[in-house]
């Protein structure tokens, strides 16, 4: 399962924390910080499900790389 940043498309919206780690670079260590902290919100750029795993949004993380936490007028 490969995201084609290039062409801008990605085939999954939600993906699990291993998949977005292997895709960006990011760690899920910093993934947990971010979410401790309050940057990265459950229910918004992550989601728990009900079996514990933890999903990553990809649309949500872009517009978070674009805009950070700031409200969208």
């Given at each position: 399962?490969?995201i084609?940043?290039?062409k801008?498309?990605?085939?999954?919206?939600?993906?699990?924390?291993?998949?977005?780690?292997?895709?960006?670079?990011?760690?899920?260590?910093?993934?947990?910080?971010?979410?401790?902290?309050?940057?990265w919100l459950?229910?918004?750029q992550?989601?728990?499900?009900?079996?514990g795993?933890?999903?990553?949004d990809?649309?949500?993380i872009?517009?978070w790389?674009?805009?950070?936490?700031?409200?969208?007028?």
């Open positions: 399962m490969a084609n940043i290039l801008g498309t990605r085939p999954y919206r939600l993906v699990k924390l291993k998949k977005y780690c292997e895709i960006t670079g990011d760690t899920p260590p910093s993934v947990h910080a971010r979410r401790n902290k309050g940057v459950d229910g918004k992550t989601m728990l499900a009900p079996d795993n933890l999903w990553v990809l649309v949500e872009e517009q790389v674009k805009h950070g936490n700031a409200v969208k007028h």
